[in-house]
């Protein structure tokens, strides 16, 4: 299931860079499956802010998850 948040964290990432609405959606529901990936997402942004005050763009900061969907994964896993 870790494997399969992975990679769906990385078709929505992808989807974002290039625009792919299918793509997103698809990381988006793989996230509803499993929210690990987004979790890491979220604490990667919030842990390293600097690098999104400096312009810095990176794959990885493409897409932030939002607050609705941490409250999902405490949701989750309760």
């Known amino acids: 299931m870790y494997g399969l948040a ?3 964290g990385w078709i929505e990432q ?3 860079l290039f625009e792919n609405q299918t793509a997103v ?3 988006i529901i793989t996230s509803l499956i499993i929210p ?3 979790l890491w997402r979220r604490h990667r942004s919030r ?3 600097r ?3 400096s312009g810095c ?3 990885w900061n493409s897409l932030c998850p939002s607050v ?3 409250i999902y994964a405490v949701l989750y896993l309760s």
Request: charged share 20%; proline share 4%; with cysteine.
């Open 47 to 49: 842990c390293n802010p």
């Open 6 to 8: 992975f990679i769906g």
């Open 57 to 59: 763009l990176s794959l």
């Open 36 to 38: 690990s990936e987004a």
């Open 25 to 27: 959606k698809i990381g």
């Open 68 to 70: 609705l969907m941490i």
């Open 51 to 53: 690098r999104e005050r």
């Open 14 to 16: 992808f989807g974002a």
